[in-house]
């Protein structure tokens, strides 16, 4: 499955921005979605995701502050993320996953800077 990503830039603190996330093919709808972010000389960590089943899960830096949904009928899955923070500067990536297989999408850089 290929994974296009859209959505981030350049917003100051307290702002909004929202990710979206689409992918190609027939099989969305079998897929755990979610999405990591990486900062240089970081391990990529996972913010949030999305099961098959719209059951979803936050890491604890983001939970309260974003929402994680998808739309099966679009293939989209879109993060929605509010109260930016600095510390939320981060390339974001979208993943799909179906068993062991993960795919990437090609990351968007969030910064969150006045």
């Known amino acids: 499955v290929q994974l296009q990503a859209s959505g981030g830039g350049l917003v100051q603190p307290g702002g909004s921005l929202k990710l979206s996330c689409t992918a190609s093919g027939s099989i969305f709808r079998f897929l755990d979605m979610g999405w990591s972010r990486q900062v240089p000389g970081k391990q990529r960590e996972l913010v949030a995701s999305v099961s098959r089943f719209s059951v979803t899960n936050y890491a604890d830096s983001v939970q309260g502050r974003s929402t994680i949904s998808r739309d099966d009928a679009k293939n989209t899955v879109t993060l929605q993320m509010n109260s930016l923070k600095p510390e939320d500067t981060a390339v974001y990536y979208c993943?799909?996953?179906?068993?062991?297989?993960?795919?990437w999408g090609q990351g968007t850089q969030v910064t969150v800077s006045s």
């Open positions: 993943y799909g996953e179906f068993g062991s297989s993960r795919s």
